[in-house]
């Protein structure tokens, strides 16, 4: 019963390396999201997918991409991390635009 | 600028009473609103949701209440469990588009 998964749950960067956060989902969903969860403020959607092959800008895109190569999984890549970018990763699924989303349990990003 | 607020950070509740918890919104547009649940070290999971056609929507414990005249919405929980015990956020869509969320509740039920 995995649902959405993250991989790594933790990780420590150099500010200017670059990282791939996956996300991987079993219920065959078509849509798929990224967000970050900063102190303070609500969950913040980074890029999402309305499915495979397709990707589109969120409200905080900047400093990430991804790709959507195959329906199941939705790859969240930093090319030269900031500090700015230590946070708490969360990547979702759903069947529609407006059903509710299904979570992995997020992946907790530290840059130096 | 936040368009979804808790104005909230944190509740303390007995067990067995009302847990209350609001969020307010600053988009006239937005129709459709859900919270979800989130425990420590998990990812959040969906509680509820309630469409601007409505304003009550129950289920078992949970009810959520919305007045679009305010912009308001709240969870209502009852009767308070300690498992229950978690931050809660709301977040609020324009139908077909993305959800935007609330910074979080988090509430504790004292045994």
């Known amino acids: 019963n995995a649902g959405v998964t993250q991989t790594p749950k933790f990780r420590v960067l150099k500010t200017g390396q670059s990282m791939t956060l996956l996300c991987a989902q079993d219920?065959?969903?078509?849509?798929m999201y990224w967000y970050r969860q900063d102190p303070g403020m609500g969950l913040r959607l980074i890029h999402y997918s309305v499915g495979e092959g397709t990707t589109a800008k969120g409200e905080v895109p900047d400093g990430y991409n991804v790709s959507r190569l195959k329906k199941q999984n939705f790859l969240l890549g930093l090319e030269s991390a900031a500090p700015s970018q230590t946070s708490v990763y969360f990547c979702?699924?759903?069947?529609?635009?407006?059903?509710?989303?299904?979570f992995g349990d997020g992946t907790r990003l530290s840059i130096l | 600028d936040q368009q979804v607020k808790q104005n909230s950070p944190s509740l303390s509740v007995q067990e067995g009473r009302i847990s209350i918890l609001n969020c307010d919104y600053t988009?006239?547009?937005?129709?459709?609103f859900l919270w979800y649940k989130k425990y420590p070290a998990e990812g959040p999971t969906f509680l509820i949701s309630i469409s601007s056609i409505k304003d009550k929507n129950e289920d078992g414990r949970f009810t959520v209440f919305l007045n679009k005249s305010a912009k308001h919405l709240s969870l209502h929980i009852v009767p308070s469990q300690p498992g229950d015990s978690a931050v809660y956020f709301c977040?609020?869509?324009?139908?077909?588009?993305?959800?935007?969320f609330g910074t979080g509740t988090s509430l504790t039920v004292i045994p």
């Open positions: 988009n006239s547009m937005f129709d459709y």
């Open positions: 979702a699924s759903s069947s529609w635009r407006d059903q509710p989303q299904h």
């Open positions: 977040a609020a869509s324009i139908t077909g588009n993305q959800f935007y």
């Open positions: 219920m065959n969903h078509e849509y």
